[in-house]
């Protein structure tokens, strides 16, 4: 292959890291970001995503070396599936192996079916069967919408009524059904693997900052922040892990026929009964991915082309010593009604150990505003945790944003374990 040209899928501050991550390798000449956003300029003029024929005929019409795939919505409605069969080289799964996100229902169905431990749940497909479920069962107690729901259909319950309320909010949202989950206590970590099918290659544990308040208050948003590295899990305990939970699932996968090419995300509970999974992902974190990116030192494109054709086999990959911590500025309102159209102010001089990734951004007549609910990923690295999370605090601070909501405790869990 001479110079790659790599197509990122998407427009998240996800999408913003691969393509920075991406470009930094000697293989590749042109990364191309659809649809993009302002940090991700020059942008390229594609279909939808979510329209996967027309998106994957000129993803085909453009050449393209690789294809990676960013968000779940076209996984789940197979845009990798129709860039293969145009002889495309993918990183992502197929919608037949993306349905571990696409359904909480079968993801938890195929966890029993290959012994993945993972927290005791029942499965209501109507109202009443959970209200029923839910007097039996009482509170605490999760409730989770099977579907999509952009990392916000989770209810951890106290109370049976609020329990009650989740459930008439999610059938009434047109959900087909919910899970009623045992709610499990412990420190929640994030596991990305590299997967090519038949092998994983794993990447550092990161941890996110999913509630929209400090301290872990206010509803769920799609993460407001994550630290990578966590040791959380020694040596014994990761390879544990591989064993009892990563291994299961890839050849659960393989022999349902559908085998796994992209980045499987495990959320793991680390609980007094050891790690329990959490959820699937079938796709890099946002903003997992903004605070391990950084820290990898070995080339990017050379794994996922590896893992995309079926190549990867078992390989130690480099990563920078030190730490490094996300902080998400997002629009006032987020995760509700976030209010777009604020000029931002980025200085160009934040210095060397500090990057900042895009995500809900546009330029409107030259101007840089926000155009999305988690606008901007300030991301600083350091030696230690500590440092790592004062340069990116000390960037937000120097950024223009009116009214930019942040959490200002990322990275304080680690302190008190
Ligand atoms: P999920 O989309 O399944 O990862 O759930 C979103 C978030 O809800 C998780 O990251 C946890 O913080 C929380 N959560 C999910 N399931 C449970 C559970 N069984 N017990 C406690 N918290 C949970
Ligand atoms: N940060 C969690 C996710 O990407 O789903």
Redesign the pocket.
């Known amino acids: 292959m001479s110079a790659a040209r790599v197509l990122v899928v998407g427009g998240g501050g996800r999408e913003h890291a691969l393509a920075w991550a991406l470009g930094r390798s000697p293989l590749v000449g042109e990364v191309l970001v659809a649809p993009g956003n302002a940090g991700t300029v020059p942008a390229v003029r594609m279909p939808d995503p979510d329209d996967v024929d027309a998106f994957a005929d000129a993803a085909r019409d453009r050449a393209v070396d690789l294809v990676v795939i960013g968000p779940e919505a076209p996984l789940v409605a197979g845009l990798a599936d129709a860039c293969r069969a145009r002889g495309l080289l993918v990183y992502g799964p197929d919608a037949a192996a993306a349905r571990l996100e696409a359904s ?1 229902v079968d993801a938890k169905a195929f966890m029993l079916r290959h012994g993945v431990p993972t ?1 005791a749940a029942r499965r209501c497909d109507d109202v009443s069967s959970a209200l029923a479920a839910l007097t039996e069962l009482g509170a605490p107690i ?1 409730v ?1 919408r099977s579907g999509l729901a952009g ?1 916000k ?2 209810t ?1 319950a106290e109370s049976t009524r609020a329990a009650e309320a989740a459930v008439h909010e999610a059938f009434a949202a047109g959900e087909d059904a919910v899970l009623l ?5 412990g420190q ?1 970590v994030s596991l990305l693997l590299v997967c090519d099918g038949r092998d994983a290659v794993p990447l550092r544990l990161a941890q ?1 900052y ?1 509630q929209a308040e400090d301290g872990d208050l206010g509803p ?1 948003t799609g993460g407001m922040g994550t630290v990578a590295p966590v040791d959380l899990l020694d040596a014994a305990a990761q390879a544990d892990v591989m064993r009892s939970i990563v291994r299961p699932t890839l050849d659960g996968l393989r022999a349902e026929g559908t085998p796994f090419v992209g980045t499987l995300f495990i ?1 793991l ?1 680390l609980t007094e009964r050891g790690p329990l999974v ?2 699937y992902n079938v796709r890099f974190g946002d903003p997992e991915t903004q605070a391990l990116l950084p820290l990898l030192e070995s080339d990017l494109f050379e794994l996922l082309r590896d893992a995309a054709r079926g190549t990867l086999g078992t390989r130690a990959l480099r990563w920078r010593a030190g730490a490094c911590a996300c902080v998400v500025m997002a629009a006032p309102g987020y995760p509700g009604s976030p209010r777009t159209g604020t000029p931002l102010d980025v200085p160009g001089d934040l210095g060397a150990d500090v990057l900042v990734f895009h995500a809900g951004t546009r330029l409107e007549g030259g101007r840089l505003v926000s155009a999305g609910g988690r606008v901007l990923n300030v991301v600083g690295l350091g030696n230690d945790m500590a440092q790592a999370v004062a340069r990116a605090y000390g960037a937000v601070e120097r950024i223009g944003f009116d009214d930019a909501h942040y959490r200002r405790d990322i990275g304080s869990r680690l302190a008190q374990p």
Not at 181 to 185: A, D, S
């Open positions: 909480k927290a999760v989770k990392g259909g989770v951890v989950e045992e709610r499990l206590v929640e996110d999913k769920m959320g509970m959490l959820e």
